[in-house]
């Protein structure tokens, strides 16, 4: 048992986060990402929400404070809605880390970068669009 570790952080994922390097990206997924297809490690977190996970995340570790953009969206494709969860992405890495610097990335070069991520964490987020690429900073 440690303390501070929030019960929705798996042994693997926190195994993971610790791996991670300084620039090394994280991709918070959801459920309808093609996680598998993308990752080079792949944590399952079936049944969370895409808002817990990043909460969770980001108590751990810190965004990059030399990147340009350290959290980076989906964009939608034209004539989609803007996704409501965004805002809600968006208020929680302001929050959790005064360093969030948010960019957005087209669907297709947002899978291209997340196969070139340290890991993707697949979870239950049933939003669309409710895909985060996050680039860890030092601690």
């Not at 990059?64 to 494709?77: C, H, I, K, Q, S």
């Not at 993707?120 to 409710?130: L, S």
Request: hydrophobic fraction near 45%.
């Amino acid at each position: 048992m440690l303390k501070g570790v929030p019960r929705i952080v798996s042994p693997e994922l926190i195994k993971v986060l610790c791996e991670m390097g300084h620039g090394d990206e994280i991709v918070i997924a959801d459920a309808n990402f093609p996680a598998a297809t993308c990752a080079k490690r792949l944590v399952r977190a079936d049944g969370i929400g895409g808002c817990d996970m990043l909460k969770a995340i980001l108590s751990l570790i810190p965004l990059d404070t030399y990147a340009d953009r350290n959290f980076l969206l989906m964009e939608t494709v034209q004539g989609d809605p803007t996704p409501q969860i965004w805002e809600s992405y968006k208020s929680i890495a302001r929050e959790m880390d005064d360093n969030a610097r948010i960019g957005f990335l087209s669907r297709f070069d947002f899978y291209e970068r997340a196969k070139g991520a340290y890991a993707v964490v697949a979870t239950g987020e049933t939003a669309i669009y409710a895909n985060i690429i996050l680039k860890k900073g030092v601690i």
